[in-house]
């Protein structure tokens, strides 16, 4: 049975790699029981994941005494999830999407993030700050099925 | 509190079996590194990997053992994967690493598909 509630949380969270741990528990928690499959949930938690931990060390180069910002908004169609933050703007959409039979007949390593998140999300939109909103937000979104 | 472990055990047929235990991201991966290294350095490279008892992954780990595949495989070694939970085995699979990785249900099946030295 899905205990369904509109709500909306955020938490803010250090830039350190220490941090990736409670950054899954929340979202966790805010996901159960919305009606996502579990396939779906655990998803969710890692394509959160994988964008904190590519803003950690290729945005923040590892300085915990930056932060994060994170937010959650859950209704009926879809979660939403608002990741923002102060650094240099850096758009995960601008690396190329490895093609992975290339990727493995080189031997590559790193820069698989981005594809986990377009995988498993239905959209992933990154905003630049401007003028009149100083945070970078990339917005996560994926969508309840029926 | 130590959210991950990795342990080497040697084994007989020259290969070493790494157990690993809780959440495998951006944060362990370098213990899993220093830990492969070090098997990696002392003359192994018939690895399996034992993932009973991993409750998480991300691509972080993942890079962990793309780091180590060709420089073993050139030696005639290789990292087999073995006893995935289902979530574990969804990030492999949704970049396609069943293609370069032998991934085997059981540590037992994957030591056993290592022919005598």
Redesign the interface.
Known sequence: MIAFSNHTEYITISAS??S??TI?EFISSQIEDCGFT??EE??IV?AV??AC?NL??HAFAHDASQSIEILVAVDDRDVRIEISDTARPFDPGTIEHPN?DDY?RE????G??I??MR??MDDVVYKPATQGQPRNTLVLTKRLAG | MNHFSALVRQEPNDICIIDLSGYLDAHTASDLEKIFLTAYDGGCRRFVVNFTDLDYISSAGLGVFMVFIEAVKRENGDIKMAAMKPKVFTVFDLLGFPVLFNIHTSVEDAVNAYPAP
Do not use: K
Not at chain 1, 107 to 110: A, D, L, P
């Open positions: 790699t220490d990736l741990r899954r579990e396939f655990n998803g890692l994941d994988e931990a950690i060390a992975m493995f031997r590559r390593v790193g698989l993030g594809s986990l995988r498993v």
